[in-house]
């Protein structure tokens, strides 16, 4: 067992942090603070292949694996998490599912356009009744001749108003429970789509959130993903595979936190001493950054597991519990040792706090993590 | 038009350590990079490249084993070929031998412009291109802040402290780029992927260059260049600072200050 990155990934992740300092980290406080869509990040994003990376090249991705992925998600989420949440949707949410479950004509129409960048993705499952309880879908999808047609509302969608392609979950037969589940591709000028209003968020500001309205909403048949009946697997499946970037980036928001506080402290000065000569410094720091050590390899472990084919779920859903946690706990910590000046928003701890605490809550909370591990460790 | 753009690896930082019997550089443990005026070179080259797409970009670097990342970085940016001139008999080269061998390596290839950086953050000597021209009998135009291709020749407006000077050079010429002359692109993810995968790093050897250079010319031993001492320049002591005088004042203290100096 060789725990160091391969010769590709080490030149990867050097290509991150420099995209990430150069182009990512002057904008967070900016779009955080004004609550804006980063769209000029985007488009670089896309120039540089950061919205396809896990995918093959004869769709318009960049030929890379999930290790290359979340290491990508990492490096942004060190500087911003608002930035990596709009990758890690287009990503594992819309690209993900479309791969994953689309036919030949269909990856060959949506994943070249997604892949390089030029359109972006957004995925519908959760409402206002079914939020972990995802089976509890009431959009409704009815097939018409030729189309279906989708009525319901989706709520807290990223990418929600800049998406171009919309996976969404809907309820093709009610009496079938799960089995009775279907999922779509939609396209934004589908008639009868529209975007709802578009929610105040505690952090992840940049991203944006909104509600998905589909009111006699027509769509082509042809664009079922899967099979009818398919769609509560598909977005399981796809939900497996996306916290693996969820988990990569609680984990880059932590290191993130961390590596501000290795600076401040050592800057720093109160009673004469730099604040990293005193023993609380040096103990808090040591034990997060063992814990951001434990929780990497944890994150690698679980994309290298999917790279390898086998079955991940045990391991994604471990990560994203556990980086979940390690976000919230390390930027708390981390905020505490920049002392009054962590609370004011010229520092960016503040901020890092805020946005480190989704991670504990989409793609699944960390409660619905701990019943997949339960389950998976046939604890009963 | 068939470009070559010869690139150093550097530390990426102004802590050198120096090996205290040999004077020489230890590159271990310190982070590496393209030497930043080279990187200039090569993103001028694949802006060449996207002028006329029938070009072809190889780069080329000597160093040891290790410098192979460079080259796969320089791949990820675009460049089409990498060849990685190492061998220990090529070690401990000052600038003569380097740029000898350099030369050898580029007699074995076909090329209309040869691009290198200024010169390297690390010795800073400036002296390996020009020297590579002389070596291959090319014209030769350095401090290159910006080039044009116009046919058969090439226009550079090359940068001094004081002035401008725009020349034009026929094909095939070398040009020493400076960081101004283009800002370096990002890799791309598939580049970094390609480059691994698909694209390779030929090692070339002495025995490689053996026909075409003199071998006393070569390495530590071909290298001309004595060091009598490296050290790292201490802090002077405090200056003197003159306060609460006019301009006129000041004028008159920092002339005559001058003058006591027989700097003026």
Request: glycine content about 10%; charged content about 25%; proline content about 4%.
């Amino acid at each position: 067992m060789d725990f160091a990155l391969s010769k590709e990934h080490a030149l990867l992740r050097q290509l991150y942090a420099s995209f990430a300092e150069n182009e990512i980290k002057p904008l967070a406080e900016e779009i955080d603070e004004t609550e804006r869509f980063p769209a000029e990040t985007v488009a670089k994003c896309g120039q540089y292949g950061f919205m396809g990376v896990p995918f093959p090249k004869k769709y318009g991705g960049q030929g890379g694996d999930t290790l290359a992925y979340a290491l990508m998600i990492e490096e942004i989420s060190r500087h911003c998490a608002a930035t990596a949440t709009i990758l890690a949707a287009h990503t594992s949410l819309c690209a993900g599912p479309i791969f994953m479950a689309g036919s030949e004509e269909q990856k060959q129409k949506y994943l070249p356009p997604l892949l390089r960048g030029e359109k972006l993705g957004a995925f519908g499952l959760t409402e206002a009744g079914a939020g972990s309880d995802a089976s509890m879908q009431q959009t409704k999808a009815r097939r018409d001749g030729d189309d279906y047609v989708l009525n319901g509302a989706k709520i807290f969608i990223t990418n929600a108003g800049y998406a171009d392609i919309y996976i969404i979950i809907a309820m093709t037969d009610k009496s079938k429970g799960n089995r009775g589940i279907s999922a779509f591709i939609v396209e934004r000028d589908a008639p009868g789509f529209s975007i709802g209003k578009k929610e105040k968020k505690m952090g992840i500001k940049g991203s944006s959130t909104c509600e998905l309205i589909f009111e006699d909403c027509r769509i082509p048949a042809a664009n079922l993903l899967g099979a009818e009946g398919q769609g509560f697997k598909i977005a399981m499946r796809t939900l497996d595979a996306g916290r693996i970037g969820v988990a990569a980036q609680g984990l880059g928001i932590a290191v993130g936190a961390f590596e501000e506080s290795r600076k401040y402290t050592r800057e720093r000065k109160q009673f004469g001493k730099r604040i990293a000569q005193f023993q609380n410094t040096q103990f808090e720091l040591a034990d997060m950054g063992s814990r951001i050590e434990a929780c990497r390899l944890l994150v690698y472990k679980a994309a290298c597991e999917k790279d390898a084919g086998r079955e991940f779920n045990l391991y994604s859903s471990m990560a994203k519990y556990l980086c979940g946690g390690l976000g919230s706990d390390v930027t708390r910590r981390c905020l505490q040792l920049h002392g009054g000046y962590g609370y004011i928003r010229e520092y960016p701890l503040e901020r890092m706090m805020r946005d480190a605490k989704i991670i504990e809550i989409y793609e699944g909370t960390s409660e619905i993590q701990k019943v997949i591990v339960a389950g998976q460790l046939n604890v009963k | 038009m068939k470009i070559i753009v010869c690139i150093k690896q550097v530390p990426d930082t102004t802590e050198v350590r120096l090996d205290p019997v040999t004077n020489t550089l230890i590159r271990d443990g310190v982070p590496s990079i393209i030497n930043p005026d080279d990187k200039a070179g090569i993103e001028a080259a694949l802006r060449l490249k996207e002028a006329a797409p029938d070009s072809e970009i190889t780069v080329l670097c000597m160093g040891p084993p290790q410098a192979d990342v460079a080259l796969r970085e320089a791949l990820a940016m675009g460049c089409d070929q990498a060849i990685l001139l190492s061998d220990r008999a090529f070690g401990g080269a000052d600038t003569w031998a380097t740029s000898s061998t350099i030369a050898a390596a580029l007699k074995k290839l076909p090329y209309d412009l040869i691009i290198t950086g200024r010169q390297a953050i690390d010795g800073d000597t400036a002296q390996v291109g020009p020297q590579i021209a002389e070596h291959l009998g090319l014209p030769q135009a350095s401090y290159a802040e910006a080039i044009r291709v116009e046919g058969k020749r090439v226009i550079v407006k090359r940068q001094f402290e004081d002035r401008y000077q725009i020349i034009a050079l026929p094909l095939p010429c070398l040009i020493t780029a400076l960081a101004e002359l283009a800002t370096p692109r990002y890799m791309s993810v598939a580049g970094i992927l390609d480059a691994y995968r698909e694209k390779r790093v030929q090692v070339w050897d002495l025995a490689a260059i053996r026909d075409t250079v003199d071998t006393a010319n070569l390495g530590l031993k071909g290298s001309p260049t004595r060091v009598k001492k490296s050290f790292t320049k201490q802090a002077k002591g405090a200056g003197q600072v003159l306060r609460d005088l006019s301009a006129d004042e000041a004028v008159e203290a920092i002339v005559g200050k001058l003058r006591e100096k027989f700097i003026i």
